[in-house]
């Protein structure tokens, strides 16, 4: 979606908000940590994240290729970041640390990922928006950049919220 068509919401998160949500991101989801998934932003509207190239995410090895196995794990965590961004963004009557256990039950029902170029970088980018966010079913689109920006592969996924 063009900068100028997204709608900015005057929610802002507060920093214990932000910080529980890293900690369970990148540290509390095991997985997410040896994918080395680092949160860069976070709204109500959006979710972005990094993830530096390493030996270990090699799928073919004479193009030092980032394995395709990663751009789904990365871009699939990123719609449930977004999803969760979006749930705290509808409980701000609630404190931080209640919202923070409201993602007990998320968990992916659907996600389609199209590879469209291959990942070659020292570090890419991930980006997640929520498309729609209902009382049991949240989707999203997300998209996997290289470092240059350039667009390598997007995803789309349905996630269960209740």
């Known amino acids: 979606m063009p900068q100028s068509a997204r709608k900015t919401s005057p929610i802002v998160f507060e920093p214990e908000f932000i910080a529980g949500l890293k900690d369970i991101f990148e540290d509390k ?44 794990a990365g871009l699939d965590a990123m719609g449930g970041l977004a999803v969760m961004a ?35 970088g020292e570090y890419f980018e991930l980006r997640a928006e929520v498309m729609r966010l209902g009382s049991r079913v949240a989707s999203t689109r997300m998209e996997f950049l290289s470092a240059d920006g350039t667009l390598l592969s997007t995803g789309a996924a349905a996630y269960i919220v209740s």
């Not at 989801?29 to 995410?57: Q, S």
């Not at 979006?86 to 389609?112: C, N, S, V």
Request: hydrophobic share 40%; proline share 4%.
């Open 29 to 72: 989801i095991v997985f997410n940590r040896v994918l080395g998934l680092k949160i860069t932003e976070l709204t109500p509207e959006r979710a972005r994240a990094r993830i530096d190239m390493r030996n270990e995410l090699v799928g073919h090895y004479s193009f030092n290729r980032v394995h395709g196995g990663v751009i789904s």
């Open 86 to 120: 979006a749930i705290g963004a509808r409980h701000m009557d609630e404190t931080p640390t209640e919202r923070l256990h409201r993602f007990g039950k998320l968990g992916t029902i659907d996600l389609r990922i199209d590879y469209l170029r291959p990942g070659v």
